[in-house]
T-cell receptor, first 109, second 114 residues
Framework: GQNIDQPTEMTATEGAIVQINCTYQ??????LFWYQQHAGEAPTFLSY??LDGLEEKGRFSSFLSRSKGYSYLLLKELQMKDSASYLC??????????WGAGTKLIIKP | IAGITQAPTSQILAAGRRMTLRCTQD?????MYWYRQDLGLGLRLIHY???????GKGEVPDGYSVSRANTDDFPLTLASAVPSQTSVYFC?????????????FGPGTRLTVL
């Protein structure tokens, strides 16, 4: 089957670090995407991992382990504007993306 | 126009009515997509188009139809709306088809069917 699991909600403190996990099962893996979605807005692209390992992009990093069907998004030096939902997506068997339900990240001062 | 636009922004519709959601992109992207997003669920693909003149069914196509007469436009039609089609609808596009290219999203249409 195909599915993606993410925690529903996480809370973190401004200035801290948070790790959002994503596990997946798919038969047509081509890579894993992370998107950010602020409440009432459209999703926007954050990162794309094809190979195993860590990719760093400023305060955000994304990790992929293909053998474990596992990824995480690491957010450093959290800011209030990072309060949003974070969506994980992978390619499904029909070469279209399948999406996790998203992790709502709440940042507290 | 820059990116992807959708219209209307929101709509309240009586059950049984026909409705077309519009989507236009100016990036000359080959692939376009329609998703619905419901609370507690991930984005679910309704229909997609890998290139102008072709369309395909996604995960939840029943009750919806699409057309892709040209590169820029990808309208979604609800032939006879039902309350279960109440949702936020996002149109997206990517330069390449196949699930490995970044998708860019429109601002969404919030549809309520009563």
């Amino acid at each position: 089957g195909q599915n993606i699991d993410q925690p529903t909600e996480m809370t973190a403190t401004e200035g801290a670090i948070v790790q959002i996990n994503c596990t997946y099962q798919t038969s047509g893996f081509n890579g894993l995407f992370w998107y950010q979605q602020h409440a009432g807005e459209a999703p926007t692209f954050l990162s794309y991992n094809v190979l195993d390992g860590l990719e760093e992009k400023g305060r955000f990093s994304s990790f992929l382990s293909r053998s474990k069907g596992y990824s995480y998004l690491l957010l450093k030096e959290l800011q209030m504007k990072d309060s949003a939902s974070y969506l994980c997506a992978v390619t499904g068997s029909n070469y279209q993306l399948i999406w996790g339900a998203g992790t709502k990240l709440i940042i507290k001062p | 126009i820059a990116g992807i636009t959708q219209a209307p922004t929101s709509q309240i519709l009586a059950a049984g009515r026909r409705m077309t959601l519009r989507c236009t992109q100016d990036m000359r992207h080959n692939a376009m997509y329609w998703y619905r997003q419901d609370l507690g669920l991930g984005l679910r693909l309704i229909h997609y188009s890998n290139t102008a003149g072709t369309t395909g069914k996604g995960e939840v196509p029943d009750g919806y139809s699409v057309s892709r007469a040209n590169t820029d436009d990808f309208p979604l039609t609800l032939a006879s709306a039902v309350p279960s089609q109440t949702s936020v609808y996002f149109c997206a596009s990517s330069e390449l088809a196949g699930g490995s290219d970044t998708q860019y999203f429109g601002p969404g249409t919030r549809l309520t069917v009563l």
